[in-house]
């Protein structure tokens, strides 16, 4: 559920940024025609200088003068390619960061959600399979939020996993959920802490797991009407 919230918000990011990508790529095939012009310069002062060179140097110098103007202009749009997926991913991250409280905290209560489900689900097996004596039972189960967070939706937080979970776990696990009373370093998100265990629920590791599946498709999208 979370994470389809946050591939809407990265298609409406996608699409606000086609007109930047199209400004962005002019850009670039500009700087790439003045490359070329530098280097039709260069070739024609080697022609100038054919007389004097053998015919097969000449060639030689015009066919690698060519190549790099190629090189050039293929690396500069690659370069410029980069810089726009880089702030594609960028703004959809500040977006998400500046929604509304209220939907902040159905996103992250969404993504607690799923891990504490999982977390309680493999426990049971594992309970099931070795016994109680060989699995650690934590007594409770911590959400570290950062301090800004913490102290504006903390309580929201809790009380929305609680009541998305019951049900779905068992009431003795249901319990175990609590605001950790310490904070954590991450930008939004959570971090779930059972016992020893944590699991990094951030946006940083949300994003990061999102821009793998993602950027092959972002790319795809924003230079889509590109010539090969």
Do not use: H, W
């Amino acid at each position: 559920m979370a994470t389809n919230g946050l591939n809407r918000i990265t298609e409406k990011i996608i699409a606000a940024a086609n007109d930047q990508a199209n400004e962005i790529l002019a850009a670039a095939q500009a700087d790439c025609d003045r490359i070329r012009a530098g280097y039709d310069e260069k070739v024609a002062a080697i022609r100038a200088s054919g007389e004097r060179e053998t015919a097969q140097k000449t060639g030689d110098l015009l066919v690698r003068a060519k190549s790099s103007a190629a090189m050039a202009g293929r690396n500069l749009v690659g370069e410029k390619r980069s810089e726009l997926i880089e702030t594609v991913f960028q703004s959809a991250f500040e977006k998400i960061e500046n929604l509304p409280k209220e939907d902040y905290a159905k996103l992250v209560i969404g993504l607690l959600s799923a891990a504490i489900e999982e977390l309680f689900s493999t426990e049971e097996k594992n309970l099931a399979l070795y016994g109680a004596e060989e699995e650690a039972v934590a007594e409770k189960c911590e959400i570290l939020l950062n301090a800004e967070d913490r102290k504006a939706i903390g309580k929201a937080v809790v009380e929305g996993v609680c009541k998305t979970l019951s049900g779905k776990i068992g009431k003795e696990n249901l319990n175990k959920i609590v605001l950790a009373g310490d904070t954590v370093n991450i930008r939004g998100g959570a971090i779930l802490r059972y016992g020893e265990v944590e699991s990094n629920c951030s946006l940083e590791m949300l994003f990061s797991l999102l821009r793998r599946e993602l950027e092959t498709n972002v790319s795809r999208t924003l230079f889509a009407a590109e010539t090969p």
